[in-house]
């Protein structure tokens, strides 16, 4: 039951993530009775799944707001998290954990009182309302009198709900996936698969009256290895990971999880160090979007710039890059780790622009910030489960496509680097300095790629980097892999998008010749 | 959920899983209450007050083996679930290894008091919480005119667990933690808004560090980053300050474990007996260090704890080796993860080290960055000031260092005499000499 923690901040590829699964094939999920082909579902499956109706939510929203406040909302969540994994040939572990509670907020001002409940009793959920209510010390305000139900475009279609996938289907893809990784290579010494799932059904209730809810598959496999070659050992590991049900695992899917796996250990037998320094850097179409992640998205989450805290924070309408130069926040983008229905505040998603063309537009708000700012809010207020309160936080960011071609864009540096693949990156919010972590990667010489990278950390400050964003290509790309992104001690799941960049110059960790 | 409650549960628990058909179980039941205040500009910007609980149950099923876990823990749900589990087991391929710990391993837990449970805990007020986050905040802001923001807080966590094992093993836990600090944004030069944060962690309230401490530290931290740049890439002294230290630490933890070396994932596997580093590098694993944030009477096994030298004088005596990985290694189990590290001291304080240095960095915090375990590769970000001739000249950030830990933990060459008492890894600070950093 010992969960490893993951990295703070972005965290991509394999984690030997312990969590918990379930046999839904023997049909204990209170879920798999709501499942339709498609995600559901009525309104009144998500009052029954929590075990409560619109009077008793009603009466706990009035117990929060029993000191006054803004307003009070409730979090319902229910939470089934399957993991299946092979390590030393043998699918010999599973994890399951379920989770189950409502996290009951009021809010006065821009101050927040929080608490949760794991048993949805009446008495259970009142008392944890009346201790959120003491951040208020006012006279009470009325609850609803009534709810409407908001319903929300949905973007993860789903073929097959996961509480209809028991471990039985899930084992024979495992051993697929492994023997395929085996195929790939003979110098493959020691594999290591994980398959998870999990699926989170939210119910938001707001004391403005409304009630919205959302259903969130994930489907993630992860495939590490280690590869050896006269006596000299490289390991790495490759995911896949999108709001699906198991459909997402096709043949095609793994043949790519197999052949990426495998080809970005072996590669590393030849790697080399690059020179340690500045130098120009070029962004591979893709998961290289780290970079927007930690170089403006942290900083445009509206909660650090009301603080006063983000080096973005008195910037907006600002040329801040080049013209060619749009970066997006998105919940929409289809089956995208990143995307949601509605945030967990229940406001709607949206695309948000961040930057167009080379100006800044807006902060990604939750519903404090859009108050303090007066406008409306973006979609951005997210949690990691019901245990925790909202704030703003990035769904799906991306650049926009810009004019140049790859072999443009390669072919212009002299000497740089190329970066592929990667682990981890952070970002501090007041100085705007960011780090992501390169993997894989190569050297540039002469506008073309040469020797492979391996193993270095590339540091810059937010604004500067932006502002030598000179390149940009026309063929973005949405990262396929199992991001995280870890805030305040809160992780939730994000995607991240690219068009081969290039930055004039950064820092690259490297060695001094 | 009182100690006894919880034992009678996780008894029940197991006696259910072998009735559904496991041949052994194990079982953790945890609780714990958590309060956190945070406070910006005086008030209170956040106040969140909780309890929770979970169970665990680990099920073997012929040398078949699944771990799950929930938080609902009404009797028929969990009747279900643990049936469940048994049943999932049974899909799932057999792995001789798998199983409870040898019993001859839970004998000789010490019959000592940790000192990690402070019975004033009920006591504390929300007012008193409120007041001492304030008060951290106030000294944060009067210490300079430049802070244009600070959020400080005070948190706390009572928490209580037990482990019960079919096969004989019990054990309960009970601790309680509180933290509190600040964090302090100041005007810089430019667009820069330098920040820097102090946070102090205490088992007992009566020990907690004076607020007006973290929060002029906070503050002056932060001031002292102002006009921070990056200078030219090459090779310096490197002085890490001991709060700073874990980073360098923990990628050497990772592949000390019985774990990494199966999977053929550590550069430290062949080298039990070698010397992995400097002669004065001595690092010991104290589980029952008194009043220590990883003080423990067992381990996750249940296998009673034991201090231990895992690296003496730069010689490597021992792994993390947990129950399941020790069996497939026939390895004798050590300890199934880091408790308290303690490191042997030098002399010198953090500005003794700094007066030391010709031409160095000191390292007061590092950004991002990772290692590779199979080769000891290691990158990352670094924030800091440039010292000549033993003084502070100016601050650099947006460097990074990189090398091999295997080179690196042999140009360590003295460690300080003031390990961080305020977490589990009581480091001091550590002086290593001709580093890589690259910067311009």
Redesign the interface.
């Known amino acids: 039951m010992a969960a490893m923690t993951r990295r703070e901040f972005i965290a991509n590829g394999a984690k030997w993530v312990a969590v918990a699964s379930i046999p839904a094939v023997l049909n204990i999920n209170p879920l798999r009775a709501l499942a339709g082909a498609e995600a559901p579902m009525e309104l009144v499956d998500y009052l029954k799944l929590f075990e409560v109706d619109q009077e008793l939510i009603a009466k706990i929203i009035s117990a929060g707001l029993d000191r006054g406040g803004d307003f009070c909302d409730l979090y319902f969540e229910h939470r089934v998290s399957n993991w299946v994994g092979l390590q030393d040939e043998a699918v010999n572990r599973a994890y399951c954990n379920i989770d189950y509670g409502v996290g009951i907020r009021v809010v006065n001002g821009d101050q927040t009182g929080f608490s949760f409940t794991e048993e949805l009793t009446p008495e259970a959920m009142l008392k944890a309302a009346q201790t959120a209510a003491n951040i208020a010390n006012q006279s009470a305000k009325p609850g609803p009198v009534e709810f409407s139900f908001h319903r929300a475009p949905n973007y993860y279609p789903v073929e097959k709900v996961w509480a209809d996938v028991g471990i039985d289907q899930k084992i024979p893809v495992v051993q697929e996936l492994n023997a395929k990784l085996h195929d790939r290579d003979s110098r493959v010494t020691k594999t290591r698969v994980w398959y998870g799932d999990w699926t989170s059904t939210v119910l938001v209730a707001s004391s403005d009256g409304t009630l919205s809810c959302d259903y969130r598959p994930m489907a993630e496999i992860q495939a590490g290895c280690t590869a050896e070659q006269n006596g000299q050992r490289e390991e790495n590991s490759y995911s896949l990971s999108a709001r699906k049900g198991p459909e997402h695992f096709s043949k095609e899917n793994l043949d790519k999880v197999a052949t990426e796996a495998v080809k970005n250990t072996v590669v590393l037998f030849d790697a080399v160090k690059p020179e340690a320094g500045e130098m120009e850097v070029v962004l591979a179409a893709g998961s290289s979007g780290i970079l927007l992640h930690e170089a403006i998205g942290h900083g445009m989450e509206a909660d650090f710039n009301r603080k006063n805290e983000s080096i973005y924070s008195d910037k907006i309408d600002q040329q801040i890059a080049e013209p060619m130069v749009s970066i997006v926040d998105d919940g929409t983008w289809e089956s995208a780790r990143g995307a949601i229905n509605i945030d967990d505040e229940g406001s709607p998603t949206q695309k948000t622009y961040l930057v167009r063309d080379g100006i800044l537009r807006s902060y990604m708000h939750d519903l404090i910030s859009s108050r303090h700012y007066k406008v409306k809010p973006t979609g951005n207020g997210r949690r990691e489960s019901f245990r925790y309160d909202p704030m703003p936080r990035m769904r799906c960011t991306y650049m926009l496509p810009g004019p140049h071609t790859k072999e443009e864009v390669i072919g212009s540096v002299k000497k740089g680097i190329y970066c592929e693949s990667f682990t981890n990156g952070e970002v501090h919010i007041g100085p705007g300095d960011f780090t992501f972590y390169v993997k894989n990667g190569n050297l540039i010489e002469d506008g073309k790629i040469s020797k492979p990278i391996k193993d270095i950390n590339i540091i810059g400050n937010g604004p500067e980097v932006l502002k030598r964003v000179v390149m940009v290509g026309n063929d973005l790309e949405m990262s396929v892999g199992s991001g995280m992104c870890g805030k305040n001690g809160q992780s939730v799941p994000v995607s991240m998008g690219l068009p081969t960049t290039k930055v004039s110059a950064i820092t690259v960790g490297g060695i001094n010749s | 959920m009182n100690k006894e409650n919880q034992l009678a549960l996780a008894r029940w628990a197991v006696d259910q899983a072998k009735k559904a058909g496991a041949d052994a179980a194990a079982v953790?039941v945890v609780n714990s209450r958590d309060i956190e205040v945070e406070v910006?500009e005086q008030?209170?910007?956040?106040?969140?007050?909780?309890?929770?609980?979970s169970l665990?149950?680990?099920v073997y099923v012929n040398n078949?083996?699944?771990?799950?876990?929930?938080?609902?823990l009404r009797e028929n749900t969990l009747t279900?679930?643990i049936s469940?589990?048994v049943?999932?087991?049974k899909?799932?391929?057999?792995?001789e290894f798998?199983g409870l710990p040898d019993p001859k391993y839970y004998p000789g837990r010490q019959d000592i008091d940790l000192k990690i449970y402070d019975g004033g805990y009920e006591s504390l007020t929300?007012k008193e919480r409120i007041d001492f986050a304030k008060a951290v905040e106030d000294a944060a802001r009067s210490h300079s005119d430049k802070v244009?923001?600070c959020?400080a807080g005070f948190n706390d966590s009572e928490y209580r667990s037990v482990k019960v094992h079919s096969n004989g093993f019990e054990g309960t836990a009970e601790g309680t933690v509180y933290s509190a600090g600040a964090e302090s944004?100041v005007r810089?030069e430019g667009?820069?808004?330098?920040?820097d944060w102090d946070w102090r962690t205490f088992r007992f309230l009566k020990e907690a560090v004076a607020p007006e401490v973290m929060g002029h530290s906070a503050t002056e931290r932060a001031l002292t980053?102002i006009g921070?740049k990056?200078i030219d890439?090459?090779?310096y002294d490197l002085v890490i300050e001991n709060r700073a230290a874990s980073r360098f630490i923990g990628m050497l933890i990772g592949p000390m474990s019985a774990?990494s070396i199966q999977?053929?994932?550590s550069f430290l596997d062949g080298k039990l007996g070698e010397k992995i580093a400097s002669d004065k590098f001595t690092m010991i694993d104290d589980p029952l260090l008194v009043s220590g944030f990883g003080s423990r009477l067992y381990d996750?096994d249940g296998i009673a704890a034991t201090r231990r030298v895992m690296i003496d004088k730069g010689v490597l005596k021992s792994f993390y080796v947990d129950w399941y990985y020790g069996r497939?290694l026939d390895w004798e189990p050590t300890s199934s993860g880091t408790s308290n590290l303690v490191f042997e001291q030098g002399d010198k304080s953090l500005e003794e080290l700094v007066a030391q240095m010709k031409r160095g960095i000191l390292v007061t915090g590092f950004?991002?960055?990772?290692?590779?375990?199979?080769?000891g590769?290691?990158?990352?970000?670094i924030?800091g000031m440039f010292v000549e001739n033993g003084r502070r000249v100016k601050p650099v950030?947006?460097?990074?260092?990189?090398g091999n830990l295997t080179e690196v933990m042999n140009q360590l060459v003295e460690m300080g005499n003031d390990p961080w008492i305020y977490a589990s890894w009581l480091r001091p600070s550590v002086y290593f000499r001709d580093i890589?950093?690259?910067?311009?």
């Open positions: 953790d910006r008030k209170v910007d956040k106040l969140k007050e909780s309890t929770q609980n665990g149950i680990s078949r083996y699944t771990s799950q876990s929930t938080n609902d279900r679930f469940e589990a049943a999932m087991a899909y799932l391929t057999e792995d798998r929300s244009i923001a959020t944004t810089g667009d820069g808004r330098p920040s980053k921070q990056k890439s090459g090779v774990a999977q053929k994932r996750g497939k950004i991002g960055g990772n290692s590779n375990s199979v080769t590769d290691f990158s990352v970000g924030i950030n947006e460097m990074n260092i990189s890589q950093f690259s910067g311009v």
